[in-house]
């Protein structure tokens, strides 16, 4: 699975982590990530998350 890494703080979301302290059990591609989730360290929306290559 794609890993994707918030623009402004640099956090990277993996999915085979997710982000079981927002709800995000591992597993969970990026794209189905609610839309209202936030940045877990900095706050910022989802469409601040860019593809890592």
Sequence with gaps: MEKYQCAVCGYVYDPAIGDPDH??????????????????ECGVSKSDFELVK
């Design 23 to 40: 709800g995000i059990k591992p597993g969970t591609a990026f794209k189905d990530i609610p839309e209202d989730w936030v940045c877990p």
